[in-house]
C-alpha cells in the first residue's frame, strides 16, 4: 500500500457547500476577505498582526537580544544579474498603475504585510490575477531565474496544488494559481540592494539580492492536500523529503536524547495559550518578525556525528529553494554555530506520525508542523496539510542586516572623498538649463533621491509639459510660481509642497514679482542611462503605459495647526503613504530654542533637511555643524546623527523614506491625510 493509498485526503473531502466560511460570497476575494476579516477569531489575529507592524523591525532572537557579527556581505555567485534583467522586462511591460501597485521602497514597511491564509489581510502589492498572462509569464521567469530547480519546483508545486484545492472546494476564485500578490522593493540592479515577494495562501517568499549575494526570508511553503492525484497536474507532491529526514533523524536518537528532544508528545493541543487556526504550533509566522523564541529541546553538541549530519541535511532540505552557490555559503554559515543549534519536537516518532519540528540557531529558524485541516475535515493534524517557516534570526530576515551593512559601506562611496553632509545653496554652482531664466544646482545624487535647487527669474519657466517615471516634489522656499497639473493651474506660495505623481503631465513658470527658489526632488532617482523627462503637447499624449488616475496636490504649510511629538520640536506633515506619496514622506518643521529632535539615532534609508531660517545644530558622523539657511543635510542610510537649535529656527526636513517608529518620531504613516481637510 502507497502512502497515498494509506493517507488518502479524499476521505477527508467536505459535503457541498460545506467550507471553513459558510454564508460568504467567494466570487470575489476582496468581498471573501472583507466578509472573513469580520468573523471574530480572524480580526482578533488580524488585529495582532497589524499591531506588530508598529514596532520597528528588530529580528527574531532567542532571548531579547541580537547578536552582532552573525552576517556579511560577501561574494556568493547569486543569480542578481539574470533576476535584475528579468525584472526590469516586467516593469517595462506594467502600466503605471500596475507599476505603483507593485514598486515599493527598498526601505518600505510593506515587506513585513504578509499573510499565508486566502484572505487577504494586507493589501499591498498587485495580484496576479489582474495581470495580463504575458505578465504573470515574468513574473515566474523571475521567481525561476532567482531560485534553485527544485526550489522552482516546489514553489510551483504550491501554487498547483493551490489550484487544485480550489476545484476540489469549488472556490475556484479564491484558490488558484494566480491568488497571490507579488511586489519589488527597491530598483532591480546587479549591484544595489532590492528585492521581490510573493505572498498568499500557503506561500510567502522574500527574495532579496545585494550585489552577488542573496537572501531567502522569511519563507513559508505549505499545502493542503499535500499531492494532487487528478487533472493535468496529477503527481504533483509536496514534503516527501522535508517530512522524511527530521523523522528520520528522531527515530535515531536515543532514548535519552529523545526525552531532550521532546518537547510533548501530544501534537493536538487547541486549548493551549498562543494557538490560533493560522499557526497552530509555528512560532515564526505571520507579524512574528520580533518574535523573542528561546532555544528549546536538544543541542546538536549532545549528537553523533551521524546524527548531525542529518540534522544539517534538514536545514538544507528546507533551504533548498537557494540556488547552488548561496545554498552552499549558507550552509557553512550554519556548521559554524552547530554548537548553538537546538531540535525540539511534538508529537509521535512512528514512520506516519504527524509532528512538529523546530530547528533554530543564530542563524536559522526552520519549522515544520502537521496541521488539522481547514477545507478537509480531519479536525486533528494529518499528513495532508503541511506548513513550513524559515527564518533568518538576529535581523537578517528580508536581508535586512546585509542591506543595513552595504548602505553603511558605501557612505561616501562616489568619490572616495568624505562625504558632504552640508551642502549650501551657491548660485556659482548652479548650470544653465536653457530654458528661460532657469537655473538648477544638484545639492544631491544619490540612488534614493535627485535633489535640486531650482531657481526661475521673474517671466522664466521651465520645460514645457513633461511627465516623468518617478514621483517629483516641489517645495517653494522663496518667491511665487505658478505650477499646471495636467489640465489644472496653480499658484503656489512661499512654504507649499507640490506632490508630482509618477506618469502626470505638468509643468511650471514663474510671473513674478522677482526670482524665486524652490527645492526638486525626484524619487527615486532614475537610473543614470535612462531619461529624466519626457516631453508631450497635450496631457492625452502621455502613453497608456505611464498614466496615472492621481492628479497630485498642493499642500500649503498651516503653522497654527503644527504637531508636537518632541517638546519644542513642532511638525506639519505635508505627504506620506495616505495622500499617495508611496516613496517618500515630506515634513515640515520647527525646532524651538534649546530643544530638538530625538536623541542620536540611525536610519536604513537616507534622511535629508533643508533649513529654511535661522540656525540649526546638527552631529552627524561625530561631525558637529550649525547650519544656516537655505543650506541642504545629505544624511545617507546608516549614518548617526542628531539635531537640535542652539538658536531661534526652523527647518523643513524632508524623508525620502517614512520612518518605520511611526508616532515616535516624525508621526504616524497617515498623518499627511489626517491633516489635510479634502480627505485623501
Given amino acids: 500500500m502507497s502512502a497515498h493509498e494509506e493517507h488518502d485526503f479524499r476521505r477527508w473531502l467536505p459535503e457541498a457547500n460545506k467550507h471553513p466560511y459558510p454564508g460568504f460570497d467567494t466570487k470575489d476575494v476582496y468581498e471573501f476577505s472583507k466578509n472573513a476579516a469580520a468573523d471574530p477569531r480572524v480580526s482578533e489575529l488580524f ?11 528588530f529580528g527574531i532572537t532567542a532571548d531579547g537580544t541580537k547578536i552582532e557579527g552573525l552576517y556579511a556581505l560577501e561574494n556568493q555567485g547569486a543569480p542578481t544579474t ?16 500596475e507599476t505603483q501597485r507593485t514598486v515599493h521602497d527598498l526601505n518600505s514597511e510593506d515587506w513585513r504585510k504578509w499573510c499565508n491564509t486566502e484572505i487577504i489581510a494586507y493589501d499591498v502589492g498587485i495580484r496576479l490575477e489582474v495581470l495580463e498572462q504575458t505578465k504573470i509569464d515574468l513574473i515566474w521567469e523571475l521567481v525561476k531565474a532567482s531560485l534553485s530547480e527544485r526550489g522552482y519546483r516546489k514553489v510551483r508545486g504550491v501554487t498547483k496544488i493551490n489550484h487544485f484545492l480550489g476545484i476540489l472546494a469549488d472556490k475556484p476564485a479564491i484558490l488558484n494559481e494566480n491568488s497571490y500578490s507579488f511586489m519589488i522593493c527597491g530598483r532591480p540592479s546587479a549591484r544595489e540592494p532590492w528585492s521581490f515577494s510573493l505572498s498568499g495562501h500557503h506561500l510567502c517568499l522574500h527574495v532579496t539580492f545585494i550585489g552577488e549575494q542573496m537572501t531567502i526570508g522569511p ?9 494532487i ?9 509536496l514534503f516527501r523529503s522535508e517530512i522524511a529526514l527530521p523523522m528520520q533523524l528522531m527515530q535515531s536518537l536515543t532514548p535519552e536524547q529523545k526525552k531532550k528532544a521532546i518537547k510533548s508528545s501530544k501534537i493536538h493541543e487547541p486549548e493551549n495559550v498562543g494557538w490560533n487556526i493560522v499557526d ?5 509566522g505571520t507579524g512574528q518578525d520580533n518574535r523573542v523564541i528561546p532555544y528549546e529541546g536538544i543541542v546538536a553538541s549532545e549528537l553523533t556525528s551521524e546524527q548531525v549530519e542529518l540534522l544539517v541535511s534538514v536545514v538544507a ?15 557553512r554559515l550554519v556548521r559554524k554555530h552547530l554548537s548553538e543549534t537546538y531540535l525540539t519536537w511534538t508529537g509521535g516518532f512512528r514512520d506516519r506520525d504527524p509532528y512538529y519540528v523546530r530547528i533554530q540557531s543564530p542563524v536559522a529558524l526552520v519549522e515544520l508542523d502537521h496541521h488539522s485541516g481547514i477545507y478537509l475535515t480531519n479536525e486533528s493534524p494529518g499528513p495532508y496539510h503541511i506548513h513550513n517557516i524559515m527564518r533568518l534570526p538576529n535581523g537578517n530576515d528580508y536581508g535586512r542586516e546585509l542591506i543595513r551593512q552595504w548602505k553603511q559601506s558605501r557612505a561616501g562611496r562616489l568619490t572616495g572623498q568624505p562625504m558632504k553632509y552640508i551642502r549650501p545653496l551657491n548660485e556659482e554652482e548652479t548650470i544653465d538649463t536653457g530654458f528661460p531664466k532657469y537655473k538648477a544646482q544638484i545639492l544631491s545624487c544619490l540612488e534614493s533621491a535627485i535633489i535640486l535647487a531650482s531657481r526661475i527669474g521673474e517671466g522664466g519657466c521651465g520645460p514645457g509639459l513633461h511627465y516623468h517615471h518617478s ?24 512654504g507649499s509642497v507640490v506632490f508630482i505623481p509618477a506618469g502626470l503631465p505638468h509643468c511650471n513658470w514663474n510671473n513674478g514679482p522677482g526670482a524665486e527658489i524652490h527645492l526638486e526632488m525626484i524619487v527615486p532617482a532614475p537610473h543614470r542611462l535612462k531619461q529624466l523627462a519626457y516631453m508631450i503637447e497635450k496631457p492625452e499624449d502621455v502613453p497608456k503605459e505611464w498614466r496615472t488616475t492621481s492628479k497630485g496636490y498642493i499642500r500649503h504649510v498651516e503653522r497654527h495647526r503644527l504637531l508636537e511629538p518632541l517638546p519644542g520640536f513642532k511638525i506639519f506633515p505635508l505627504a506620506d503613504p495616505s495622500t499617495d506619496s508611496h516613496l517618500a514622506m515630506v515634513i515640515y518643521a520647527e525646532v524651538a530654542a534649546n530643544a530638538g529632535g530625538p536623541s542620536t539615532h540611525i536610519h536604513e534609508f537616507d534622511q535629508y533637511y533643508f533649513v529654511l531660517e535661522g540656525e540649526l545644530t546638527i552631529e552627524v558622523a561625530l561631525q558637529k555643524h550649525v547650519v544656516p539657511a537655505d543650506t541642504l543635510v545629505v544624511l545617507p542610510a546608516g549614518v548617526p546623527h542628531r539635531q537640535y537649535n542652539q538658536a531661534p529656527g526652523r527647518l523643513w526636513d524632508y524623508g525620502v523614506n517614512f520612518t518605520p517608529t511611526g508616532k515616535g518620531h516624525y508621526g504616524d504613516l497617515n498623518a499627511a491625510a489626517k491633516m489635510d481637510d479634502r480627505g485623501f
Fill in 317 to 331: 532540505v528546507f533551504s533548498d529553494l537557494l540556488p547552488a552557490g548561496p545554498h552552499d555559503h549558507y550552509l
Fill in 280 to 284: 497552530q504550533r509555528h512560532l515564526g
Fill in 471 to 494: 514621483d517629483q516634489f516641489y517645495f517653494l522656499a522663496h518667491g511665487s510660481m505658478t505650477v499646471r497639473l495636467g489640465e489644472q493651474e496653480h499658484d503656489i506660495s512661499e
Fill in 47 to 57: 488585529q495582532k498582526w497589524s499591531n506588530s507592524l508598529k514596532k520597528p523591525f
Fill in 229 to 237: 492525484d487528478e487533472g493535468l497536474d496529477k503527481g504533483v507532491e
Fill in 219 to 227: 519563507a513559508f511553503i505549505g499545502c493542503e492536500p499535500d499531492h
Fill in 82 to 97: 539574470a533576476a535584475a534583467v528579468v525584472a526590469n522586462k516586467l516593469l517595462d511591460k506594467l502600466t503605471i498603475d
